[in-house]
């Protein structure tokens, strides 16, 4: 079974570029997440869909993150403008709604300069 | 908000000693889950804790929730070189944010074969 697939893997940018990170799921899972992961910490949760529903989305830059699910599956988190401190690795996640574990992708690592 | 705190930062022990992390909540979790993170790689969940007490072991791993169900620990026996990465807590959310974690920064073990 394929795990969950994100894409590009690695991102350079300029600042005040505009930057997409893609998220397919692993086939089933209902529930998706989008995490930014800082050097030497956990990672932090920016967003959470029940299907195509954005349900938590407190903790995203909403003056310049957007994400979107449609259709339920695939996901896309933007950036625009990115700043410098948007240098991190993000992480998208899913689950089945009625389970706990969630299965992480590899991740994007993004470096903005 | 509900936090998570994850002591000590750092761990290094010569193979074969035991290692501890402890995570901390300031409020009474409904369950607490842990997470490895290998260097370079992504969190993988281990497991889930939901009782007051509860004692799980995976092999060398054992995992213990509190009794007021606001603090665990991971132990593992006799370190080995595969053991090295991030151990994560991660509580959840409260009410229509049950689906969310938050995660602890996590401690970071290396072994010294």
């Known amino acids: 079974e394929a795990g969950v697939v994100q894409s590009p893997r690695y991102k350079i940018i300029e600042k005040k570029q505009p930057v997409a990170f893609w998220c397919n799921p692993i086939?089933?899972?209902?529930?998706l997440y989008w995490y930014r992961q800082n050097l030497g910490q956990g990672p932090e949760l920016l967003i959470r869909?029940?299907?195509?529903?954005?349900?938590?989305d407190s903790q995203l830059p909403k003056d310049r993150f957007s994400a979107e699910r449609l259709k339920g599956v695939d996901s896309t988190l933007k950036i625009q403008p990115a700043e410098l401190g948007d240098s991190a690795v993000y992480l998208c996640?899913?689950?089945?709604?009625?389970?706990?574990?969630?299965?992480f992708g590899p991740g994007t690592r993004l470096t903005v300069l | 908000g509900q936090q998570v705190m994850q002591i000590p930062q750092y761990q290094h022990v010569q193979e074969g000693e035991d290692f501890t992390t402890y995570c901390n909540s300031s409020?009474?979790?409904?369950?607490i889950q842990w997470y490895k993170q290998r260097p370079g790689g992504h969190p993988v969940f281990l497991i889930q804790?939901?009782?007051?007490?509860e004692v799980k072991k995976q092999k060398r791993l054992t995992f213990q929730f509190g009794e007021a169900k606001k603090n665990s620990s991971l132990h593992i026996t006799a370190t080995q070189t595969t053991d090295v990465g991030t151990y994560f807590c991660?509580?959840?959310?409260?009410?229509?944010?049950?689906?969310?974690?938050?995660f602890g920064d996590g401690t970071t073990l290396t072994v010294k074969p």
């Open positions: 996640a899913s689950r089945l709604t009625a389970l706990v574990e969630q299965f």
């Open positions: 086939s089933g899972h209902n529930t």
């Open positions: 869909y029940e299907n195509e529903e954005a349900v938590d």
């Open positions: 409020t009474t979790l409904s369950n």
């Open positions: 804790l939901v009782k007051s007490g």
């Open positions: 991660a509580g959840p959310g409260v009410g229509t944010n049950a689906g969310k974690s938050t």
